[in-house]
Structures are given as structure tokens and as C-alpha cells.
């Protein structure tokens, strides 16, 4: 009988993290900033199609950054328990936490249990009644959840991203400023971002049904002027 | 409540009713129920009565009466027969409240859900096609007596104009050009259309002859529902253009209502 190599654990889930990280940061980064009237999500993403933004259901978005096959899966579980639990209960039971305890729940079970983690990253975003009531949960590879406060930076190049937006970030901005520092602070100092380049969606604080709302390539021009 | 997650061979796909029949949640409607129900039990269920909905210049406008009836008894008096079925889209309903309204939800959530895995809406074809294969599952409940008959009603963004669909109890579809009505009072109620419904009628016009044709229907059918200006209930009416479904205000209704009334009273008095 051939025994396996032995290999320490500590070993093990760093390749498996050396992995995932190599994974995402392949791919385009994305903040999300919370402004005086919703939460803004803005990622870097040329393509049309290929969404990194979209609903989960009346007050709750999603994005994801690295494989999109594989984030996209998981958006699609994630509009489902939404659905399904908001049919078996009611719509206002639908909450952004459980879902992302739930996400968390997969992503680390998939990471110790499977032979590849998933190289990605997520936020489940939900926008409040009231400004205090916005909520941010950062979910990593391996299962690890952050809730973020104010604003969340996604992907490979997070660490600069995150620093330049927390200079430009401050409490109560309105829609324009916020999409602004997120553009300057995706693009850094050699690069501006067009408007072509982006994917920005909106969570938009009303008072009742789906509050998830796309920016068009003009709206999104209007803004960034 | 863990998350939904299935091998690519038995994936639901973007199907919210297929979903809820993976995780067991589904009603199913294929079941027989008790086999007793016969007309006293039926007389119990609470039933919901007239419906309309036409075209005119700048797409549908769909409206029910608020009544609802078990056997000879008002069970309801502002009960709401005229959804929203997603942003560009209206459904209205006559036959048995219970099942009719878990329907409507169905209906509802299962546009939602597919707009939303999908990332585009489905075409008002499409939906209109939804709602005839839910019908067609609910066939037998409908055979035990617990009727459900929609209109279905939207505005067609592909091709520009507003377009109508009634169903029958087995799921048919049938697309009608000018007008569809259901429910006990329908009958009266299409008259009224008939004669006043014209393709280049205003969105004002259109409302109107909606609100002559429930009063109508409620003057010669017990079972609808007429205006109640002392309890300040009124039908619903909605309009849905190119800028989506927009419920009118109650206001603006029984303004409507009045000027309908008092023309009513003046054709009265002078016979």
C-alpha cells in the first residue's frame, strides 16, 4: 500500500490560500462605498455581460471578484435562499446576514473539504431603512467573514485600493463624490477609469420593493464630471 | 435555511416553482384533495368576481371590482383582485380567492426570480406563458370546484404596444386584440367594453369606460362589487404604458365614479 506523503496541516491550507489569493488577484478589483442615500457597488469590469454586481433581492446586492463561473454560482444559491425564504416567511424576513453566514458556511466548508478552494471573493451588501442600517459583509475564500463599515474593497489589489478610498471617504457623501473616490481610488494615480470600463449598480434607499438599480454607461458619465 | 446548491444534472435552472418542488416546498396542486367537496362545501370557499382589462393608444389598462363572495354572503368588501406582476405587467383575478392568490404570488415570484438569476426579464410572451402552465397545474383543484380564471395583461417593450391574454381552467391562452374579461359579472361588464372600446381611445377614456363597465356589472350581479363612497372603497384600477404599471389613486378613481354616477342618474331620471 502506497502511504501518502505527509503533509502538515499548517502547510496545507497555506498552498490552499497561496491558491486562492493568486486566483483572485488575476482578476479586476471592486469597491463598495455607503452614501447618504443608498450603498453604491463600482467594479472595474469592461465586459457588458459578465456581471460582477447584481440583486439578491429588495435591499440586498451582491458582488464577487476572481472566477466568474464560480462567484456566479454562488450568486445564483444566494437569489435562491433569498427567494425561498422570503416565500416561506415573509419578504421582510429575508436578511443580509444570514445569507452571508450562510455564504461563509460554503466557502469554508469548500476550502477544507474540497480538492480546490474557490478562488473568490464576496460582499453582500444591504441597504437600511435608515443610513445606520447599511450593512457590509466581506466573505473570503476560506470562509472568513468581515463586516465592513462605510466601504469594502475587493480583489487582488485591495490593500492600495482600500488605503487611497479611506483618504477620500468620509460619512454622508452623496452619490457623485462616492462614485467618484471609488473610480479614483480603483484606478490609482497612473490610471482614469472611463466610464466604459465600469460596472456600477446602486442600492437605492426606498421605502419598499427591489431597490437595486444599474447605472447606465450616460448616467454613470454624468456622474464621474 | 442552508443554500440551495445542486448537481448540474438536476439544477432547477432560473424556475422558482422547480426550486420549491427540489427542496420539497412546493404546493402541489396535482394531488387530489378530499373528494367530498361537493357544492354546499364549494358555497364556503370565498370567491373573487369581475375583472377587465383593454387596450388603448398607449397600452392596457386592467381593473377589478373589490368584492368577495361566499355563496350568498360578502365576505370581503375591499379585497384586491389587480397585481403588479413584475414592472411591466398586471395580473387580475376571478374564481377562488385562496388558490387565486397563492397563484398571483407564484406568478409574481417566479418573473422576479427569473429576471433576477437570469439577469434580463422574461418576454411578455413568455410570462403569459408562465401563468397558462400554472393553470394547467392547478387543473385538478379547479375540476373539485376551485375555479381560477386570470387575465393577464402587459406592455410588450420589443414590439411597442400593449397586449391582452385570457385563460381558461385548463391553461389555455388565448391573446385578444381589444379586450378581455372574467369573473360572475364578466358578461355586462363586456358589453360596456364592446361598445365603448375603441383602438385609438386615451389612457383617460380607457379608464373611464373600465369604470362604467365594473358599475355596470355590479348594478346586474350580485356577486360584484360597486363603488362604496361611504366606506370609501373603489375598484382598481391600473394602467400599464411604456413606463411601466402604475395603480391609479384612489382619488382620481372616485372623481371618476362620480361623473360616472351622475350620468347614470341624469339618463335615469330623463326615461
Known sequence: MNMPFYVAPEQLMKDRADFAQKGIARGRSLAAVEFDEGVLLCAENPSRNLRKVSEIYDRIAFAGVGRYNEYDQLRIAGIRHADVKGYTYSRDDVDPQALANQYAQMLGQIFTHETKPLEVEILVAAVGYERDGDRMFHIRYDGSVTDEDGFAVLGGEAESIRERLSASYAEDLDLGSALRAAVSALGGEDRTLASSELEVAILDRIDRGRCFRRLENGQIQELLS | ?271
Open chain 2, 1 to 271: 435555511m442552508t443554500l440551495p446548491n445542486f448537481d448540474q444534472s438536476d439544477d432547477p435552472g432560473p424556475s422558482f416553482y422547480g426550486l420549491l418542488r427540489h427542496l420539497g416546498r412546493a404546493v402541489d396542486y396535482e394531488t387530489p384533495g378530499p373528494q367530498a367537496a361537493g357544492p354546499a362545501d364549494l358555497a364556503e370557499i370565498t370567491h373573487g368576481t369581475t375583472v377587465v382589462a383593454a387596450r388603448f393608444a398607449d397600452g392596457v389598462v386592467i381593473a377589478g371590482d373589490r368584492r368577495a363572495t361566499s355563496g350568498n354572503l360578502i365576505s370581503h368588501r375591499s379585497m384586491n383582485k389587480v397585481f403588479p406582476a413584475d414592472r411591466w405587467s398586471g395580473v387580475a383575478i376571478a374564481g377562488a380567492a385562496g388558490p387565486a392568490l397563492e397563484m398571483v404570488k407564484m406568478f409574481q415570484l417566479q418573473l422576479e426570480h427569473y429576471e433576477k438569476v437570469e439577469g434580463r426579464p422574461l418576454s411578455l410572451e413568455g410570462k403569459a406563458n408562465q401563468l397558462s402552465q400554472m393553470l394547467r397545474g392547478h387543473l385538478p383543484a379547479a375540476m373539485q370546484g376551485m375555479v381560477v380564471v386570470p387575465l393577464f395583461a402587459g406592455y410588450d417593450r420589443r414590439r411597442g404596444f400593449g397586449r391582452l391574454f385570457a385563460y381558461d381552467v385548463t391553461g389555455g391562452r388565448y391573446e385578444e386584440e381589444d379586450f378581455v374579461t372574467s369573473g360572475s359579472g364578466s358578461l355586462f361588464a363586456r358589453t360596456v367594453i364592446k361598445l365603448g372600446h375603441r383602438d385609438t381611445n386615451t389612457r383617460d377614456e380607457a379608464v373611464d369606460l373600465m369604470i362604467r363597465a365594473l358599475f355596470t356589472a355590479a348594478d346586474d350581479d350580485s356577486a360584484t362589487g360597486g363603488p362604496d363612497s361611504m366606506r370609501h372603497i373603489y375598484p382598481i384600477v391600473s394602467v400599464i404604458t411604456v413606463d411601466g404599471y402604475t395603480e391609479l389613486a384612489e382619488a382620481e378613481i372616485a372623481e371618476r365614479f362620480e361623473r360616472v354616477l351622475v350620468d347614470f342618474s341624469e339618463r335615469e331620471s330623463a326615461s
